[in-house]
């Protein structure tokens, strides 16, 4: 299954490790080294046009980490991933 991060990013949601609220998560000092290094090797994909909110990161195939940029909230991308796993397994509309 794939998640819409904005724009037009899709990332596979096998591929993904976290979402992280920007806010929250970067009162910590470490979350905000990690950024700082992830964008000084190239590793950050911005695809917020807006105020972003939130961080995805990624392990792709080949072991290389992606750390991707959405003005989508976490909430919001959360809810998604639940979503998409009941229409995997056939849950869609049962509430």
Same mark, same amino acid.
């Given at each position: ?39 000084? *090797? ?11 909110? *939130?961080?995805?990161? #990624? #392990? %792709?195939?080949? %072991?290389?980490? *992606? ?6 909230? =976490? ?5 998604? *991933?639940?979503?998409?796993? %009941?229409? =995997?397994?056939?849950?869609? %509309?049962?509430?």
């Amino acid at each position: 299954m794939y998640l819409h991060l904005g724009q037009d990013t899709v990332i596979k949601m096998d591929e993904m490790i976290g979402i992280f609220d920007l806010e929250t998560s970067t009162i910590s000092q470490i979350t905000r080294q990690y950024l700082s290094q992830a964008e000084k *090797t190239g590793r950050v994909v911005n695809v917020s046009m807006e105020m972003p909110k *939130t961080f995805v990161v #990624c #392990c %792709g195939e080949d %072991g290389a980490v *992606t750390v991707y940029i959405s003005q989508i909230s =976490s909430a919001t991308l959360r809810k998604r *991933t639940r979503f998409l796993e %009941g229409i =995997s397994l056939g849950e869609a %509309g049962k509430g």
